[in-house]
T-cell receptor, first 112, second 114 residues
Framework: DAKTTQPTSMDCAEGRAANLPCNHSTISGNEYVYWYRQIHSQGPQYIIHGLKNNETNEMASLIITEDRKSSTLILPHATLRDTAVYYCIVRPGGGSARQLTFGSGTQLTVLP | NAGVTQTPKFRILKIGQSMTLQCTQDMNHNYMYWYRQDPGMGLKLIYYSVGAGITDKGEVPNGYNVSRSTTEDFPLRLELAAPSQTSVYFC?????????????FGQGTRLTVV
């Protein structure tokens, strides 16, 4: 799986948009970008994933650059409950991936 | 649906004891995983399984064993517990076929070895 690079930590004011970047410059054509988050002491939670088009769901938006070498997870109106570690993962599609490996992630702190 | 269920939630073991961490999922997922997470650190993959009867090592398999006799269950066995195995253990499952789907995680087992 391609390696990802994320900032170690970020702060965001409550009610503002949180933009979390991820670099995946070695991503292959069949690799998807996934985002998970882990709220303190809980199991990780899936947020969103995409291949090359931008994606939006009830939790967040995922913006993938045209060259697919980086992406941004956007939480449009961050709340205190969004304080968590956010993990960006790239993984092949088509059933060819076997492992699911997490990096260090970004600690997002939403400030009141 | 219950999703991914882990038992027990908490356990204290003495050095040298053994135990089995239970994990079961009711989503008919083919892939299952075991991770450990040390305090302030990320998740490390211990073992994974791509289907019943098939298991494989992850990043940190030493000191652990797994089995996958059914689609639903993926127990993790600790033999001769050591203080270095003090950690939070997470089990996860996902369906992997012709398209990607997300992984679902259990709520974790907090293990202390003293």
């Amino acid at each position: 799986d391609a390696k990802t690079t994320q900032p170690t930590s970020m702060d965001c004011a409550e009610g503002r948009a949180a933009n979390l970047p991820c670099n995946h410059s070695t991503i292959s054509g069949n690799e998807y970008v996934y985002w998970y988050r882990q709220i303190h002491s809980q199991g990780p939670q899936y947020i969103i994933h995409g291949l090359k088009n931008n994606e939006t769901n009830e939790m967040a938006s995922l913006i993938i650059t045209e060259d697919r070498k980086s992406s941004t997870l956007i939480l449009p109106h961050a709340t205190l409950r969004d304080t968590a570690v956010y993990y960006c993962i790239v993984r092949p599609g088509g059933g060819s991936a076997r492992q699911l490996t997490f990096g260090s992630g970004t600690q997002l702190t939403v400030l009141p | 649906n219950a999703g991914v269920t882990q038992t027990p939630k908490f356990r204290i073991l003495k050095i040298g004891q053994s135990m089995t961490l239970q994990c079961t999922q009711d989503m008919n997922h083919n892939y299952m995983y075991w991770y450990r997470q040390d305090p302030g650190m990320g998740l490390k993959l211990i073992y994974y399984s791509v289907g019943a009867g098939i298991t494989d090592k992850g990043e940190v398999p030493n000191g652990y064993n797994v089995s996958r006799s059914t689609t639903e269950d993926f127990p993790l066995r600790l033999e001769l517990a050591a203080p270095s195995q003090t950690s939070v253990y997470f089990c996860a499952s996902s369906y992997f076929g012709n398209w990607n789907t997300e992984a679902f995680f259990g709520q974790g087992t907090r293990l202390t070895v003293v």
